[in-house]
Antibody, heavy 125, light 107 residues
Framework: DVQLVESGGGLVQPGGSLSLSCAAS????????MEWVRQAPGKGLEWVGR??????????EYAASVKGRFTISRDDSQNSLYLRMNSLKTEDTAIYYC????????????????WGQGTLVTVSS | DIQMTQSPSSLSVSVGDSVTITCRAS??????LAWFQQRPGRAPKSLIY???NLQTGVPSRFSGSGSGTDFTLTISSLQPEDFATYYC?????????FGGGTEVQIK
């Protein structure tokens, strides 16, 4: 079975940094795009960013709200996805979900087909 | 950015009822439309991709349809475990975007 387990959440002050990890198992991690999605308390879902696979040069995409502050990386040897968050703002407070991507159609338009349980990041003084 | 507008934002229904949720994209997204279910306090679950394709294990009472900019999620004969919030999601154009969600409540 596919398993995605996030860790690293916690309380951080505005302007601080935090790193999240996602440990993947039950599938060939290196084949898949991976993404982060977040959800502020009582709010809807927001796409954060994407890491493509090795075949696509591990390229990344980011939401405008996090671009330049957040960095997605991965270690295929460890079956792990990471999210480095710098210059954190109170509006970054959310549950952060790791998702596995699957492609539909001839070209890879990737969508989440599996989700982790999430890790809570609270940015507050 | 492509705006995804869901309606209604909430509805109250009874077990056994049929439910239709609509999702409108502010521009064409081809067939790159997915639906997710989120029960209270739980992580989202993937239901449908490419407009109408059910994820493995999703009951056949869930169905999706639509094209271009207008899409629907239908749940026939609602079961107790279906009371949840549903989100549409376009994965055609960056930034990828979700609808605001539709909460399906018990009447």
């Amino acid at each position: 079975d596919v398993q995605l387990v996030e860790s690293g959440g916690g309380l951080v002050q505005p302007g601080g940094s935090l790193s999240l990890s996602c440990a993947a198992s039950g599938f060939t991690f290196s084949d898949h795009y991976m993404e982060w999605v977040r959800q502020a308390p009582g709010k809807g879902l927001e796409w954060v960013g994407r890491s493509r696979n090795k075949a696509n040069s591990y390229s990344t995409e980011y939401a405008a709200s996090v671009k330049g502050r957040f960095t997605i990386s991965r270690d295929d040897s460890q079956n792990s996805l990471y999210l480095r968050m710098n210059s954190l703002k109170t509006e970054d407070t959310a549950i952060y979900y790791c998702t596995r991507g699957s492609c539909s159609g001839g070209s890879c338009h990737s969508f989440p087909d599996n989700w982790g349980q999430g890790t809570l990041v609270t940015v507050s003084s | 950015d492509i705006q995804m507008t869901q309606s209604p934002s909430s509805l109250s229904v009874s077990v056994g009822d049929s439910v239709t949720i609509t999702c409108r994209a502010s521009q064409g997204i081809d067939n790159h439309l997915a639906w997710f279910q989120q029960r209270p306090g739980r992580a989202p679950k993937s239901l449908i991709y490419a407009v109408s394709n059910l994820q493995t294990g999703v009951p056949s009472r869930f169905s999706g349809s639509g094209s271009g900019t207008d899409f629907t999620l239908t749940i026939s004969s609602l079961q107790p475990e279906d009371f949840a919030t549903y989100y549409c999601y376009q994965y055609n154009t960056f930034p990828l975007t979700f609808g605001g969600g539709t909460e399906v409540q018990i009447k």
